[in-house]
């Protein structure tokens, strides 16, 4: 087992219970501030050179989201620390009550490589701020981030209490192996059910962000120059590479005939005539992804883009028409900077569409009918769900950010971090006197005895039991 | 086992039809439930009995005064519970709507477990019918007088199709975990709990396992001993020591040991008599293995008191022992049987140490009049759940979610934390179509002005 030597480093260091206390974690915390400071010319150009993202694009998803993540931690913290009093019923009025925050122990957070920098910060805060050692598993894909994780990020942490690991599948399922007491993990469906088996030996409890196919249906009343332009924004992010893209668009025929020439001038609007000169556009990770992303592109029509240039990795954005839900397109998760639209009749044939597949992690839904918006989200399942754009539900740290079903379980964010990685304990402190009114719960028990526990639980609808 | 797929899709195609969705029905199966209790109360304490020997007044207050109280609690709560939850906006979310939807799962799997084979069955049961879901229950099949009840009654009282019981086994249990569901909460001990999990991780199907352990019990030399020895003789005790939050051990000091088993010995015979075998109030062990297993225990032990058996009856004396090692048979696995060890230690550090150089219980105990030794035990190690100055109560508040961690257990439940880990928690947020001027800014072209 070759990790067993830093397992046990870090549990030692666990034990020691140095990231107990508030300071501590303040301290770490503080530290990826200054981490995210004065690497960010790094982040820069790690992240341009994995997957040629643009600068505005690292700085508002890469850095300002961690960054809110992190002052929202650090202003909150201490209040998230505290012991949580609880209700009690009448009987137990003299007795104190409450939920304790407490850290798990050693804990694994696995990163992919798409969001390389916050999708290792985002779950590491919450980690650090609930009292947790880490170790730290970013992804092999974004080399040059993964590189940038490993040589920056310990320098800045105590490394007694956190360890970044590198490697692929072989180094990652030796990893697997050693028993943490939580596993976050961000990434695809199949992988995920991998790392939850291996959880399963260790009892060990876990997050999953995962993803799917997140549909974005387009009524045929709304404005659709914005609508056109929110889609677009949401979908050629990082080159399509993002989990909660938009991943197909579903409307009317006539919508999609509206929609065309609106998505056109939208991209060129952001993107210029040729989208490949223009800096504000990402390019496809790795060979392996860009081979994949474009073997899609032969699923129905291309209406807009299509071009390649496998040098470059490059994908143009790109809008397909004629797609037929058995395309190959519509099988699995874009990943890419292709939006395919299937045409439906009306909305409830869009809804039997998104309910007769897997849910996903994000659904959309545009209309300026409210009552619409409504109907798509109450009689759908997903993840999180945004109406009248793509997205944003992401940047508030107030709302849970997970999956359901194959898109994942658990679910992170703000101080819903902080709670996945606490255990919440529940604990009740009782006084020795007053011993007499325990008598009831003790035998023998008459029939006497029996009468008054019956009598008494007979208020149990307004006030609470009062076994106790 | 076709039988198995047919009772799940039929579940399922029952959840899709969208009947288990609004307030108004869940809260009619509560009601539902609610007169079943109370209707078949003699039934359920008659199948308690056959399965456990558990009497009427055990019975009722373990089993169904709980239950009552949990159902009347839910009923009353639920509409605040599942309203969607406003939540914080920031600058650029201000003129929108942003709220937290509590929304069912889906198809949720109750496994129960069969010492307290009722409320184990039934709490769960009431937080996912609460949340929306349809509910696959599977009672365990060795509190076989009460798994039959269930698998009769329900269906009697609920809708068929959504909350279907399934009866059998471990071969019947293996096909039902073949299947998805969208939650499986799993009573019982550690060796299934994995398995369950892991049958879960092929569908990515959220778990809450609600597993065991050996929970310990400190007594501080400073606490009036003859309180503290009532109460754990209690819990200890009770449904014959086949409770998972029992105390499963004492530690405490050489010098009171003596003591302690005098207050216990003097407690079990106000509780039951000069013949324990003869008390209506005390239970028997639920069947022959565990029977031998328990008994098993007390090889080359220092019985202080107890130690009396009847195989034919699955009796077994509340027993105590002292000066037990921590290396014995008896301090290895978790006893779930009238079995009391007493080990020895120097001082509160080395208890401390003690619990912690052992697999996280699923709840912790500790006995003081000293205010700062009890905070400094329940700081410095971790359960489940703990309570101060008693054992088991704090099962009974449903405001303290009810749950283990590492070992014995991951999720929790109780009262709204039921409603909660059988909900999911959808993020949403509205937006305008309109207002796009705020919206530009994040679209490229980018110029340096915007970054």
């Not at chain 1, 690497?39 to 992240?47: G, P, R, V």
């Not at chain 1, 990434?187 to 790392?195: A, E, F, K, L, N």
């Not at chain 2, 199948?47 to 839910?74: C, F, M, R, W």
């Not at chain 2, 120097?346 to 009890?374: C, D, H, M």
Request: proline share 6%.
């Amino acid at each position: 087992n070759p990790y067993a030597g830093l397992v046990s480093h870090l549990r030692a260091s666990w034990l020691s219970r140095k990231t107990w206390t508030r300071e501590y974690r303040m301290a770490q915390l503080e530290a990826l501030g200054h981490f995210l400071d004065e690497k960010k010319q790094e982040i820069l150009e790690a992240t341009a050179a994995d997957m040629g993202k643009p600068p505005f694009e690292v700085e508002l998803s890469e850095l300002l989201l961690c960054k809110n993540e992190l002052h929202e931690t650090l202003n909150n913290l201490s209040h998230w620390m505290r012991d949580k009093q609880v209700e009690k019923p009448l009987a137990t009025r003299l007795d104190s009550a409450f939920v304790r925050k407490e850290p798990y122990g050693v804990v694994l957070i696995m990163a992919p490589w798409n969001y390389p920098i916050y999708l290792v910060l985002g779950p590491l805060i919450g980690a650090i701020a609930a009292g947790n050692c880490v170790i730290i598993k970013p992804s092999e894909v974004s080399k040059n981030a993964e590189k940038l994780v490993a040589e920056a990020l310990p320098r800045y942490l105590d490394k007694d209490c956190f360890a970044v690991v590198t490697g692929g599948v072989q180094e990652t399922t030796r990893l697997l192996e050693n028993k943490f007491d939580y596993i976050f993990y961000t990434g695809s469906p199949s992988v995920g059910r991998i790392v939850m088996t291996a959880a399963a030996k260790h009892l060990t409890p876990v997050t999953l962000e995962l993803g799917g196919k997140n549909p974005c249906y387009v009524s045929d009343t709304c404005d659709i120059a914005n609508v056109a332009r929110r889609v677009a924004w949401g979908r050629f992010f990082n080159a399509g590479q993002t989990c909660i893209a938009p991943d197909y668009l579903l409307c009317t025929l006539e919508m999609q005939e509206k929609l065309l020439p609106a998505l056109r001038e939208a991209i060129t609007e952001f993107y210029g005539p040729n989208p490949q000169e223009s800096p504000d556009f990402g390019r496809i990770v790795g060979d392996k992804q860009f081979q994949r992303v474009q073997r899609l592109l032969c699923s129905g029509r291309v209406a807009i883009g299509g071009q390649t240039d496998e040098a470059e990795r490059y994908i143009a954005p790109t809008v397909l028409v004629e797609v037929q839900p058995s395309d190959p397109i519509m099988q699995e998760e874009i990943f890419g900077p292709i939006l395919p639209i299937i045409v439906v009749a009306n909305m409830d044939e869009a809804i039997d569409f998104i309910n007769s597949r897997e849910r996903p992690l994000a659904i959309y839904a545009f209309s300026s009918n409210d009552k619409v918006v409504n109907q798509v989200l109450e009689r759908t399942s997903s993840g999180g769900f945004c109406g009248n754009d793509t997205l944003m539900h992401v940047t508030l740290t107030s709302l849970p950010f997970g999956g359901i079903g194959n898109s994942g379980l658990g679910m992170y964010h703000g101080k819903f971090t902080f709670d996945t990685f606490s255990h919440r304990r529940g604990c009740l402190k009782r006084g020795m006197g007053r011993e007499a009114l325990n008598a009831p719960r003790y035998p023998p028990y008459s029939q006497k005895k029996f009468g008054i526990v019956r009598a008494t639980s007979k208020v149990a609808r307004k006030d609470d039991c009062t076994l106790l | 086992m076709e039988r198995m797929q047919q009772v799940v899709s039929r579940a399922r195609a029952a959840f899709n039809s969208g009947r288990s969705r609004s307030l108004e029905f869940r809260i009619q199966q509560l009601k539902a439930l609610e007169r079943m209790v109370q209707e078949k109360e003699k039934d359920i304490l008659a199948a308690l009995h056959a399965d456990l020997h558990k009497g009427g007044p055990n019975a009722y207050s373990h089993e169904i005064l709980g239950v009552l109280a949990e159902l009347a609690q839910t009923m009353e709560k639920l509409p605040s519970w599942a309203a969607p939850q406003p939540v914080k906006k920031n600058l650029m979310t201000m003129r929108d709507e942003a709220y937290i939807a509590y929304e069912p799962l889906g198809v949720v799997l109750v496994i129960g477990a069969w010492n307290y084979p009722f409320v184990l069955v039934m709490q769960p049961l009431i937080g996912a019918i609460a949340a929306g879901n349809a509910v696959v229950v599977k009672p365990s099949e060795v509190s076989e007088n009460t798994a039959q009840l269930v698998a009769d009654l329900l269906p009697q009282y609920l809708d068929r199709e959504l909350y279907p019981v399934v009866t059998g086994g471990v071969p019947e249990t293996t096909e039902l975990l073949t299947q998805r569901f969208d939650h499986i909460l799993y009573t019982g001990n550690s060796a299934v709990g994995k398995i369950v999990m892991a049958a879960a991780a092929k569908h990515l199907t959220p778990v809450t396992l609600e597993l065991g352990g050996k929970s310990p019990c400190y007594i501080d030399k400073d606490c009036d001993l003859a309180v503290a020895c009532r109460r754990i003789t209690w819990g200890k005790y009770m449904n014959c020591g086949q409770t998972c939050i029992a105390p499963d051990y004492i530690l405490c000091e050489p010098s009171i040991q003596g003591k302690v088993v005098e207050n216990i010995k003097a407690t079990l015979q106000e509780f039951y008599g000069e013949d324990v075998k003869s008390s209506p109030d005390y239970e028997r062990i639920v069947n022959k293995r565990h029977f031998q297993r328990v008994l098993g225990l007390l090889e080359g032990q220092k019985i202080a008191h107890g130690g009396e058996a009847d195989e034919a009856s699955c009796f077994i004396a509340p027993t105590i022992l002292t000066d037990v090692s921590p290396e014995s048979k008896v301090m290895e696995e978790e006893i779930f049987g009238p079995v009391l060890p007493i080990v020895t230690v120097k001082s509160v550090e080395e208890a401390i140490e003690f619990i912690n150089r052992r697999e996280k219980p699923l709840a912790l105990y500790v006995f003081s009049n000293n205010k700062q030794l009890i905070k400094r035990v329940i700081s410095e190690t971790s359960s489940g759940g703990v309570t101060g100055n008693d054992v088991i109560m704090h099962f009974f508040l449903s405001t303290l979610p009810f749950g283990g961690v590492g070992h014995s257990g991951m999720g929790a439940y109780h009262g709204r934390h039921s409603f909660e880990t059988f909900s999911h928690r959808r993020s949403c947020l509205i937006k305008d179509l309109k207002m796009e001027s705020t919206n530009k800014i994040r679209y490229p072209p980018v110029s340096q002005k915007k970054v």
